[in-house]
């Protein structure tokens, strides 16, 4: 009896710690926005599927810019990371060519608009993409980034009217 074999997964490297993998009985409880909350009328889903062979957690719509909204977002509330010296974030993704957001929100973050942000472009093979906390820039916050401080992850297509894909197989401590 033969079984059709998905591709293997690359080997967790050492320099990394993984929050998702998608591997998971009970996988990470990641939520879905829209600009919504504020106006806006962009639409879209979150789907857990396989994607191009491997387990993947896929944001899709259409951004809009009318009544100034402009995102969708799919993100996780994370506990505190493992002890180390951490140094940014790894994500394994798969898109359409564009370019997205990564948001990271922080214990010390009161308001909804808070934000650290960095961005990544998702091409239509999967990539592992590596942001270091030195690529995020603080939105509407003054502050240093900490590791132990990153409370939430955010993956969004934000700012432009465009078609979202992007899928996330991994994401994982940077050390």
């Known amino acids: 009896m033969s079984k059709s074999a998905l591709p ?17 009985p009970a996988p990470a409880a990641w939520r879905f926005f829209t600009d919504g909350v504020m106006g806006g009328v ?7 599927e396989t994607a191009a062979g491997r387990p993947a957690l896929c944001l899709r719509g259409e951004v809009r810019l009318d009544n100034n909204g402009g995102f969708i977002q799919m993100a996780l509330e994370l506990p505190a990371p493992p002890v180390g010296p951490w140094r940014g974030i790894e994500l394994d993704v798969l898109g359409n060519g564009r370019r997205y957001g990564v948001h990271l929100r922080t214990a010390d973050m ?46 969004l297509a934000l700012g432009e009217a465009m078609t979202a894909e992007v899928c996330v197989a991994r994401v994982a401590w940077l050390r």
């Not at 509407?140 to 409370?151: D, N, Q, S």
């Open 8 to 24: 293997a997964l690359p080997a967790e490297p050492a320099s990394a710690a993984v929050i998702d993998d998608r591997s998971s």
């Open 42 to 48: 962009s639409r879209g889903g979150m789907t857990a």
């Open 110 to 155: 009161t308001l909804p608009w808070q934000a650290w942000r960095a961005s990544f472009t998702a091409p239509p093979v999967w990539h592992t993409v590596q942001l270091p906390f030195t690529a995020f820039t603080p939105y509407r916050h003054v502050g240093t980034l900490e590791a132990a401080a990153v409370r939430r992850i955010g993956v």
